[in-house]
């Protein structure tokens, strides 16, 4: 699993499918991956997600790293592990669900908000933290938890815009998540090329801030 955790590092963003219109799904994530964001979560609060999730796992090639996103139960994980995700994302932190994941070979990407949340988070066994929602704390508030979590891989999700990026990356985000700033909730066959301009914006921003 710390090949998922490097791998998200060097991707330096995860694109968030939080999809209602799932038939442009492997249109998307292949735009995705040829502008350089190779990570991406597909989010299963819609009952479409899990297939979508197992064609994206066929269409890409074999490193793009895929995750289960709002993940909320233990039956949500089986099915990600079912169907090719590496990792699960949550929009909260509970510690049984966590050791869940870890059970089940994948690398938990919980949310939290608080210090109290981060340090459940990873006392479960957490390494890598959704500090989740995001763009309303603001990049500060990020820096002021590094002060006691020194060291913790936060993921940034949650408001923030596709071309702000390199600011997260710059004050220590491990990656930033991207939701409808950058694929929209139903994506038609015309959003896809837009998307690809907007990952490669984020893409060269991830180069700038590792250089």
Request: net charge negative.
């Amino acid at each position: 699993m710390s090949d998922v955790i490097d791998g998200i590092r060097a991707a330096g963003a995860v694109a968030i499918l939080r999809l209602t219109d799932h038939r442009h799904a492997v249109p998307v994530g292949r735009a995705l991956y040829g502008a350089g964001l190779t990570a991406m979560e597909i989010t299963f609060d819609h009952p479409g997600a899990p297939a979508a999730l197992r064609d994206l796992r066929a269409a890409l090639p074999e490193d793009a790293l895929l995750g289960a996103g709002t993940v909320r139960t233990p039956d949500q994980v089986r099915l990600a592990a079912e169907h090719g995700a590496l990792y699960c994302v949550s929009p909260h932190t509970d510690a049984p669900l966590i050791r869940a994941v870890l059970a089940a070979g994948l690398e938990p990407l919980p949310g939290a908000g608080t210090a109290t949340e981060v340090a459940t988070a990873l006392d479960a066994g957490a390494r890598l933290i959704k500090l989740f929602p995001a763009g309303p704390l603001g990049v500060p508030y990020m820096r002021a938890l590094h002060g006691p979590f020194r060291g913790t891989a936060f993921v940034p999700t949650g408001g923030i815009r596709h071309d702000a990026v390199g600011a997260w990356l710059d004050a220590g985000a491990a990656a930033v998540g991207l939701g409808s700033d950058l694929v929209p909730a139903a994506p038609s066959e015309d959003d896809v090329p837009l998307i690809a301009g907007r990952a490669a914006r984020v893409a060269a921003q991830v180069a700038e801030a590792r250089s």
